[in-house]
């Protein structure tokens, strides 16, 4: 599997964040509640920024294509003839194995803003149901957006489907030189 | 071969899961990364065959079963006992690998430990960093990266979600109901409160994964005691969504 190490300069809005639990958009178990703070043994305590839901309509399209993992080809349309810091572009991400099959993420940035995140290509083995991969793998674009970031080197505590889905994000921010 | 500032991605399936290597070659060609690599792969594979307990012919189940004693046989698991009984000593005994109930089991110390013996073989003079992540125990040496080594925490019940981001100086490990097979005791009998998500950041990878995984059994109770030891800081996530942490647990700013 390709892994997209992540360097990319991003900002995180809201630090250290909670990422945002919207329990409109939870499907998935319990949210943490939107409004919890971390909370110390004794004092830290940090600000959670309010949750903003961004909703963007998943086109968790399948593309069941035999190509290798590697090579989703980077796509970037600029859709706005102004040049400026406001151009609304897109790229596709790497395509990502994720245990159960292989997908890649395509992300449109405006500016310095991640405007959508989508699912590109989700390819699923036939032991894991595609319902269930469908619906869980969109859900991290909420967090995503509102903390407009992922400037991390890694994951801990990740399923293989998590990593291949901020790999593939990562590596399409990367492609749109996304700060 | 000219230097360069540019990452190297390798991966290794072994332990059950999927070990990755980012390395900054600094001074050093692709072929003395490759080498270091290589050499990494098989002290993994190496680790695994010692401590694996999904086969019953391994050095550390012939402990487990009394037929072999626990000092004295390889010098790797002598290594791995000594730390057990510090993290044991250090934790108040919320780690405690004697008290498993089937015999000795190191397992939630060894990951961490191997983890971080396989960066140590890979950072040589010349390298300018290398991070090794084993499912989620991470251990990072040389120069870091401006904004520092940071890493999501994956969120317990929203698969592609992370809980926070942490900036991790040099290990960070993760233990919580994550993954399959993982089980949990509790060493002195049912004390704690279990957590999903338990993350450890700290100077030894080894000390974090056991502290992870006391934490990840103890929760607040555990807490509580982890918390003294110094060095270390602490988050956690538990079965409300209740998140708490330490005073010094560094979590990404924004900047």
Sequence with gaps: ?179 | MKPTDEVKVFEEKVMGTVFSFLVWPGALTDDDILTLVDRARSLLHNHDEIFTTYQPDSLIMKIQRHELPEKGISEEIDEVIDLCLAAKTLSKRWFDPWAAPNGFDPTGLVKGWSVQKAAQLIFEPGLKAVVVNGGGDICCLGEAPPQGWRFGISHPWRKDAVAAIVEVEHSVATSGRYERGEHFFDPLGFRGTPVVSATVTGPDLAFADAFATALAVGGKDAFAALQEISDYEFYMIDAQGKETSSDNFTFASDN
């Design chain 1, 1 to 179: 599997m390709k892994r997209y190490p992540l360097v990319i300069a991003t900002t995180a809005a809201g630090l250290g964040v909670v990422l945002g639990f919207h329990p409109a958009t939870s499907s998935v178990g319990i949210a943490l509640p939107a409004n919890s703070s971390k909370v110390s043994g004794s004092s830290q305590t940090k600000n959670t920024p309010p949750p903003t839901t961004t909703v963007t309509t998943p086109t968790t399209a399948t593309k069941p294509n035999n190509s290798p993992t590697t090579s989703a080809a980077p796509t970037t349309t600029a859709t706005s003839p102004n040049p400026s810091s406001n151009a609304v572009k897109s790229a596709v991400g790497q395509t990502e194995n994720y245990g159960y099959g292989q997908l890649s993420v395509k992300a449109t940035v405006s500016g310095n803003k991640i405007t959508s995140i989508t699912l590109a290509q989700l390819q699923v083995a036939e032991s894991y149901s595609q319902s269930i991969a469908s619906q869980v793998i969109p859900q991290l674009k909420s967090e995503v957006l509102q903390a407009q970031s992922l400037r991390v080197n890694g994951f801990t505590g990740a399923t293989y489907t998590t990593e291949a889905y901020l790999y593939s994000l990562q590596s399409a921010l990367h492609k749109l030189h996304f700060k």
